[in-house]
């Protein structure tokens, strides 16, 4: 039940003068976590939980959520500019983001993600807000075999990103599953592909591989070519400002509903993750938008599907828990830790007894995403120059700071190593024609995939589990619809040109 004069009363409270300074203090630390590669918003709150301890509950609930929520657009910065996502939900946003840059428009993908991504989350929220009845009641349908289809879907995206042919994108896609069964085996603890190497018995991590693929790739590419990222002769003749980003995103409303649903969906079923909700909005962008040819190769539709999700994931995830205790993601595990050290239960208690911490966190991550917006837009220009300078001049930063960051994910040597070998392997990959993006998708769901049909085929009497369900049967079907779309719009294209 909605309590206007206790959520008047928690706005007040983040809309007085401390309450400003500490959402302002937030937004800026998570912008900055969110931006550097290596770091992250569940990283900028574990720094800031120890000084929340002298807080009440409901102040430290909104330096927490501002620092999460403005993460998100800060790691949008650096995979626009430098084809490096600040975080792996970021990652979506290279495919158009970065061919942007190169062609001289990172200002107006800068201005389109901000736009974007505060749109996103407010409608993520107040979709979240809306519907928690009906959403508690959908996220308790789902189980092994709808997590298992959730995450084919997200592979299944494997055949129709841009980058090189379909043939080079699914086996690229097969190589990053391939390497996500390094380590330990999920369901028997056994040991598999890790050649005696202490380091791979926890698997290959992610983030240093996507450093390596995206960022320390680009850079030996660039120092190759001995050119800027933004090709001069082009910048100069199309209209790179942050406003065009601005009309773009507002000219496509539509669109920015239709994603900021699906990321809100995604959001709210535990362990599916930000990134599979942002391939996926960028999924159905490229197939529902009109004059989807340039999907790719640096379309502002691209850049604003990704972003809408990735935001409004984040008012989905926290759905299942604050209402089930459940994290929907691991920036709301480290929310929930934060709430049990300032003694709130989650459950039914928490929308009994503590709605105002509720209330808080919802505009706390609305708020963060307004001054998010306006911090980058006024600075989006100045950003946008990083791309007309010469590589040598940048790229031996760039690379120690890829090195730097992974490194500090777990102080761990092993990781740099994983930077390395993967920034070589992302260098021919490009050179060739093969989509890193795809290795990435299959590295990410890989293990996911496999745990969740493994304790199907346990659990719901074999194969047949997967389609005895109603929510796993409309998955299949759009996987189906998502993978064979394609085929039949370049079929009737061909059709009507033949007419």
């Given at each position: 039940m909605?309590?206007?004069?206790?959520?008047?009363?928690?706005?007040g409270?983040?809309?007085?003068?401390?309450?400003?300074?500490?959402?302002l203090?937030?937004?800026?630390?998570?912008?900055?976590?969110?931006?550097?590669?290596?770091?992250?918003?569940v990283?900028a709150?574990?720094?800031?939980?120890?000084?929340?301890?002298?807080?009440?509950?409901?102040?430290?609930?909104?330096?927490?959520?501002?620092?999460?929520?403005?993460?998100?657009?800060?790691?949008?910065?650096?995979?626009?500019?430098?084809?490096?996502?600040?975080?792996?939900?970021?990652?979506?946003t290279?495919?158009?983001?970065?061919?942007?840059s190169?062609?001289?428009?990172?200002g107006?993908?800068?201005?389109?993600?901000?736009?974007?991504?505060?749109?996103?989350?407010?409608?993520?929220?107040?979709?979240?807000?809306?519907?928690?009845?009906?959403?508690?009641?959908?996220?308790?349908?789902?189980?092994?075999?709808?997590?298992?289809?959730?995450?084919?879907f997200?592979?299944?995206?494997?055949?129709?990103?841009?980058?090189?042919?379909?043939?080079?994108?699914?086996?690229?896609?097969?190589?990053?599953?391939?390497?996500?069964?390094?380590?330990?085996?999920?369901?028997?603890?056994?040991?598999?592909?890790?050649?005696?190497?202490?380091?791979l018995w926890?698997?290959?991590?992610?983030?240093?591989?996507?450093?390596?693929?995206?960022?320390?790739?680009?850079?030996?590419?660039?120092?190759?070519?001995?050119?800027?990222?933004?090709?001069?002769?082009?910048?100069?003749?199309?209209?790179?400002?942050?406003?065009s980003?601005?009309?773009?995103?507002?000219?496509?409303?539509?669109?920015?509903?239709?994603?900021?649903?699906?990321?809100?969906?995604?959001?709210?079923?535990?362990?599916?993750?930000?990134?599979?909700?942002g391939?996926?909005?960028?999924?159905?962008?490229?197939?529902?938008?009109?004059?989807?040819?340039?999907?790719?190769?640096?379309?502002?539709?691209?850049?604003?599907?990704?972003?809408?999700?990735?935001?409004?994931?984040?008012?989905?995830?926290?759905?299942?828990?604050?209402?089930?205790?459940?994290?929907?993601?691991?920036?709301?595990?480290v929310?929930?830790?934060?709430?049990t050290?300032?003694?709130?239960?989650?459950?039914?208690?928490?929308?009994?007894?503590?709605?105002?911490?509720?209330?808080?966190?919802?505009i706390?991550?609305?708020?963060?995403?307004?001054?998010?917006?306006?911090?980058g837009?006024?600075?989006?220009?100045?950003?946008?120059?990083?791309?007309?300078?010469?590589?040598?001049?940048?790229?031996p930063?760039?690379?120690?700071?890829c090195?730097i960051?992974?490194?500090?994910?777990?102080?761990?040597?092993?990781?740099?190593?994983?930077?390395?070998?993967f920034?070589?392997?992302?260098?021919?990959?490009?050179?060739?024609?093969?989509?890193r993006i795809a290795?990435?998708?299959?590295?990410?769901?890989?293990?996911?995939?496999?745990?969740?049909?493994?304790?199907?085929?346990?659990?719901?009497?074999?194969?047949?589990?997967?389609?005895?369900r109603?929510?796993s049967?409309?998955?299949?079907?759009?996987?189906?619809?998502?993978v064979?779309?394609?085929?039949?719009?370049?079929?009737?294209?061909?059709?009507?040109?033949?007419e």
């Amino acid at each position: 039940m909605f309590d206007l004069d206790l959520f008047l009363k928690t706005l007040g409270i983040m809309l007085n003068l401390r309450g400003i300074l500490i959402l302002l203090s937030g937004t800026v630390i998570g912008m900055i976590f969110g931006a550097i590669p290596g770091l992250s918003g569940v990283t900028a709150m574990v720094v800031l939980i120890p000084m929340t301890f002298s807080m009440d509950p409901v102040t430290a609930m909104l330096l927490l959520g501002a620092a999460y929520g403005a993460a998100t657009y800060g790691g949008a910065v650096p995979a626009i500019l430098i084809n490096t996502p600040g975080e792996p939900p970021n990652a979506a946003t290279v495919l158009d983001g970065f061919p942007m840059s190169q062609q001289g428009k990172s200002g107006t993908a800068l201005g389109a993600a901000a736009t974007a991504s505060t749109l996103g989350g407010f409608l993520g929220l107040i979709v979240t807000f809306c519907f928690i009845p009906v959403m508690a009641k959908f996220v308790m349908a789902f189980s092994y075999p709808e997590f298992f289809m959730m995450t084919f879907f997200g592979l299944s995206i494997i055949a129709i990103l841009g980058e090189g042919t379909l043939l080079k994108g699914l086996a690229a896609g097969g190589l990053g599953i391939l390497l996500s069964c390094v380590g330990y085996d999920p369901m028997t603890s056994e040991l598999r592909y890790t050649f005696g190497i202490q380091y791979l018995w926890d698997g290959i991590e992610v983030v240093p591989a996507l450093f390596g693929l995206l960022a320390i790739g680009e850079v030996m590419d660039l120092l190759v070519k001995k050119k800027p990222i933004a090709d001069h002769k082009r910048s100069k003749a199309e209209n790179s400002g942050v406003w065009s980003g601005i009309k773009a995103t507002l000219k496509q409303p539509f669109l920015v509903i239709r994603c900021s649903s699906i990321g809100t969906i995604i959001g709210a079923i535990p362990g599916v993750g930000g990134t599979v909700a942002g391939f996926i909005s960028y999924m159905h962008a490229k197939q529902t938008c009109r004059n989807n040819e340039n999907f790719g190769n640096g379309d502002v539709r691209g850049v604003i599907a990704s972003e809408a999700a990735n935001d409004a994931k984040e008012g989905g995830a926290l759905l299942p828990t604050l209402a089930f205790g459940i994290p929907g993601s691991a920036g709301m595990a480290v929310f929930l830790g934060a709430l049990t050290l300032h003694g709130i239960d989650t459950g039914q208690d928490i929308f009994l007894v503590n709605m105002d911490v509720v209330y808080m966190l919802l505009i706390s991550l609305l708020g963060c995403h307004i001054v998010a917006a306006m911090i980058g837009l006024s600075l989006a220009d100045k950003m946008a120059l990083l791309t007309k300078i010469r590589p040598v001049l940048f790229a031996p930063i760039l690379f120690l700071v890829c090195l730097i960051g992974s490194f500090a994910l777990r102080n761990s040597i092993g990781d740099v190593m994983v930077t390395l070998i993967f920034g070589l392997l992302g260098y021919e990959m490009r050179k060739f024609g093969f989509s890193r993006i795809a290795l990435i998708l299959g590295l990410l769901l890989g293990n996911m995939a496999e745990l969740s049909f493994r304790q199907t085929l346990m659990t719901e009497a074999g194969v047949m589990g997967f389609f005895t369900r109603p929510i796993s049967v409309i998955l299949f079907i759009l996987i189906l619809l998502s993978v064979f779309l394609p085929f039949f719009q370049t079929y009737w294209r061909r059709r009507k040109n033949e007419e």
